[in-house]
């Protein structure tokens, strides 16, 4: 089993759909990070938190460090938000990433 | 924040040349780290970057294959030798000013292998 799952794997939405992408992770962690990748392969880091909820723009995040779960999520998603998206957990100093889940926003 | 400059974007070399990659950094940082993903899968950690000493490499990866290099706090380099179609890969370069800070990610380097 991994240490970080994400759901879904893929996921395909309508312009303007409210998204949610989830992640679990197994172990104990200093921080979470979710990214976000372009065709390229470039990587932009969105969020890194610890606890609660961040908020930039369309983007929410969300941990809840009990549980060990987070959730990112899209409002009013758009075309230009079509990437991969990435969840890392930060433990012993180190990053440990999940699969990512390929969103696909449609017109 | 930190900007990355990571060169080449992407290569399509030949087996059994080796490819350096290049990660610039617009201030010092002082941690830096080598990703590789391998299609379908997630990053994976092959190294941290140390400056002035010798780099450390997670399980699974030595330096004879991958030798790195960072002579001052901006700037860092991996090479890729000997390279098999196996080493087809997405080879990021990552940057974090300290531990448990905000890690950032170069554009990555497309590494085709035939």
């Known amino acids: 089993k991994n240490e970080v799952e994400q759901s879904p794997q893929n996921l395909t939405a309508q312009e303007g759909e409210f998204i949610t992408i989830n992640c679990s992770y197994s172990?104990?962690?200093?921080?979470l990070h979710w990214l976000q990748q372009h065709p390229g392969g470039g990587i932009v880091s969105l969020f890194m938190?610890?606890?609660g909820k961040k908020k930039h723009g369309r983007l929410i995040a969300t941990i809840n460090i009990q549980e060990k779960h987070s959730s990112l999520h899209i409002t009013a998603s758009h075309p230009r938000d079509s990437a991969v998206y990435i969840c890392?957990?930060?433990?012993?100093?180190?990053?440990?990433f999940g699969k990512g889940t390929l969103l696909t926003v449609n017109p | 924040s930190a900007v990355i400059s990571q060169k080449p974007s992407r290569d399509i070399c030949q087996r059994g040349t080796s490819l350096t990659i290049q990660c610039q950094v617009d201030?010092?940082?002082?941690?830096m780290f080598w990703y590789r993903q391998q299609p379908g899968q997630s990053l994976t950690l092959i190294a941290t970057?140390?400056?002035?000493?010798?780099?450390?490499?997670e399980s699974g990866f030595v330096i004879d294959k991958f030798p790195i290099s960072r002579p001052n706090l901006t700037f860092s380099t991996l090479t890729v030798s000997n390279m098999s179609p196996e080493d087809s890969s997405i080879y990021l370069c990552?940057?974090?000013?300290?531990?448990?800070?905000?890690?950032?990610f170069g554009q990555g380097t497309r590494l085709t292998v035939v």
């Open positions: 201030s010092q940082v002082t941690m």
């Open positions: 172990v104990g962690i200093s921080a």
């Open positions: 938190l610890s606890s």
């Open positions: 970057a140390n400056q002035g000493s010798e780099a450390t490499y």
């Open positions: 890392a957990v930060c433990s012993n100093y180190k990053l440990t």
């Open positions: 990552s940057v974090a000013r300290g531990l448990n800070t905000e890690a950032f």
